[in-house]
């Protein structure tokens, strides 16, 4: 079947369940808050009881931020605008401007796979022969930037922490982006004023730091395999289409079932990508239906561990290769 064809065969899955959506929402968020208050507890009994219930919060504010994703393809709720101020309101837990996020994620949805479009709410991948003509500092810049430590764990910072805190990408965009990026601040401003007036800056430090930080860190690690992988997909913007890109750029990430729970099945990201104002709980349904995409561009834990060492796109094998690889080929 065509990339097309598969594009309309999926539109009869797009319907979200009001009450699937609302019990999703509770099963999440409301454990998340459960955690937070069983952590601050037990942070007055001593500060490093409450460590390990944020490392497991994290994952709880990984699914929030898959929830808010789902709004900001409208495929959360019928009523577009309570998706978008649910996905606002989430937007404060995990640090992120709801605007401004659905705005440049639009964009990689529109240009994913595409090498002639590449800058914005992507991850900065060269191709070999760009990687060639750099000058030496380009290319240690380039190295340092995919290194694994690098990229796993001082870009999710920069990016959660720094980066949100200001339209990057729509300067001039209109203040649309600007009163999402304040307004955001401004409310997490809030938040944490409240939780160092009320707990100290132990609670910042030991529940709340680490519960962002780690939940930045795993969805920079996602966002990654699902495009980052040997057998993906890029063409010049002449050869370029949007259908292929969807189903033959974006992997399929088989997790295990606790993982797929946590994820909000985000791994399911070709199918997504064809379609993505199917909800997130009605992306196994589609699996169910059609066997034949489970088989399709998929990775295990496995798998995705070493896509970790994959740098460079090689136009002429149309892989993607590490850097031993590229020298290989040279």
């Known amino acids: 079947m065509r990339p097309s064809d598969w594009t309309r065969t999926l539109a009869q899955y ?7 959506s609302l019990l999703e929402l509770a099963v999440t968020l409301l454990p998340f808050l459960g955690i937070w208050a069983l952590a601050w507890w037990a942070h007055t009994i001593s500060p490093w009881l409450s460590l390990p219930l944020a490392v497991v919060n994290a994952a709880f504010l990984v699914r929030l931020f898959m929830i808010q994703h789902d709004c900001g393809h409208g ?3 019928k009523d577009r605008k309570l998706g978008d101020w649910v996905g606002r309101g989430i937007g404060v837990l995990t640090l992120t401007p709801y605007d401004v996020w659905r705005r440049t994620h639009a964009i990689h ?4 796979g595409n090498l002639d479009r590449r800058g914005v709410g992507d991850l900065p991948t060269l191709t070999v022969r760009e990687y060639r003509e750099k000058t030496r500092l380009g290319r240690a810049g380039y190295r340092l ?6 990229l796993f764990g001082i870009v999710p910072f920069y990016t959660f922490f720094l980066q949100h805190r200001v339209p990057a990408g729509l300067m001039r965009s209109g203040w649309r982006y600007w009163f999402s990026a304040m307004g955001t601040n401004l409310a997490i401003a809030a938040v944490v004023a409240l939780l160092a007036w009320l707990g100290g800056a132990d609670v910042l430090l030991l529940i709340y730091l680490p519960t962002t930080l780690l939940a930045a860190m795993a969805g920079m690690w996602l966002f990654y ?3 980052q992988f040997e057998e993906t997909h890029w063409d010049r913007e002449e050869d370029w289409n949007i259908q292929e890109a969807a189903l033959h750029g974006s992997s399929y990430y088989d997790l295990p079932g606790v993982l797929r729970w946590v994820t909000a099945n985000i791994g399911v990201h070709h199918v997504h990508h064809m379609a993505s104002r199917i909800p997130f709980y009605r992306l ?5 239906d059609h066997d034949i995409l489970s088989r399709m561009k998929r990775l295990t834990l496995m798998d995705s561990i070493r896509c970790a060492r994959l ?3 090689d136009e002429q094998s149309r892989r993607l290769v590490s850097f031993a690889g590229a020298r290989a080929v040279a």
């Open 225 to 227: 395999v699902q495009h």
């Open 145 to 150: 930037v995919r290194n694994p430590v690098f």
């Open 284 to 288: 196994g349904e589609v699996l169910r």
């Open 311 to 313: 740098h460079l796109w």
């Open 109 to 112: 949805h529109a240009s994913s």
């Open 75 to 77: 495929a959360f709720f």
């Open 14 to 20: 797009r319907e979200p369940f009001p009450l699937r």
